[in-house]
């Protein structure tokens, strides 16, 4: 079985002010279903993306254990993993001799799909947040993973970028499986097919969007102060 990640009891808590803490998650158990398009939605601040670097291995669980089956992607538009003294290119040389693929390959391919120019020869460190995940983005749809970690990576770019993004999704969706976090509900649409919506630390994975979407309404409901996701 390839593609598939499973968390069990994972806790997260990060130190706060005055000795408080912060206790992101709360015992998240949950099997994301193989080829299966999932989104991940909940307010600012309820945890998104520290979940997602936590099922990407970036972070590790403070307790609980997740279980990797396959290639998993580093989450797309996230790129603290560059080093910004080298180029475009030489990161993503490096990024593809861990993955074991062919470098001269994965750097033509990024180079093409970023559309960053000569840019691509310029330190990293040079970049602009919009340049590091286009580069993000290149190299990693340059690499054949059997799950696919994106995070807000969508809103980037002009609408032919955004269109091209897209298209790259639907392509590999004939073999690999995609878990998104956006605050855009049309983006959702566009990519999953079922959500889960992470809320004072516990992720409840719902069986399509309208019941998850049901779900974070009931929360704002009872929170009018906090922030919305877009509809």
């Known amino acids: 079985m390839t593609g598939m990640i499973e968390l069990t009891d994972v806790h997260k808590i990060y130190p706060g002010t005055h000795g408080s803490a912060k206790h992101v998650l709360k015992g998240v158990t949950i099997t994301f279903p193989q080829y299966q398009n999932i989104g991940i939605l909940g307010r600012n601040g309820a945890g998104k ?33 560059f080093n910004g003294s080298l180029t475009g290119e030489e990161n993503c040389r490096f990024v593809a001799r861990i993955y074991g693929e062919s470098i001269s390959e994965v750097s033509a391919f990024a180079k093409d799909f970023s559309e960053l120019g000569n840019d691509f020869y310029a330190p990293v460190r040079t970049y602009s947040s919009g340049m590091r995940a286009r580069l993000a983005f290149g190299v990693s749809m340059g690499i054949d993973f059997d799950v696919y970690l994106v995070d807000e990576v969508t809103a980037v770019g002009d609408r032919p970028f955004k269109q091209k993004c897209k298209e790259a999704f639907l392509e590999r969706q004939k073999r690999a499986s995609l878990i998104m976090v956006s605050h855009s509900m049309d983006t959702i649409r566009s990519y999953c097919s079922r959500c889960a919506v992470l809320e004072d630390g516990h992720l409840t994975l719902y069986p399509d969007l309208k019941s998850a979407t049901d779900a974070l309404d009931e929360v704002y409901a009872s929170q009018p102060s906090r922030q919305q996701v877009a509809p």
């Open 49 to 81: 993306s520290t979940l997602l670097r936590i099922v990407a291995g970036i972070e590790c669980p403070d307790f609980g254990e997740v279980r990797r089956v396959g290639r998993v992607s580093w989450p797309i538009g996230f790129s603290g993993g």
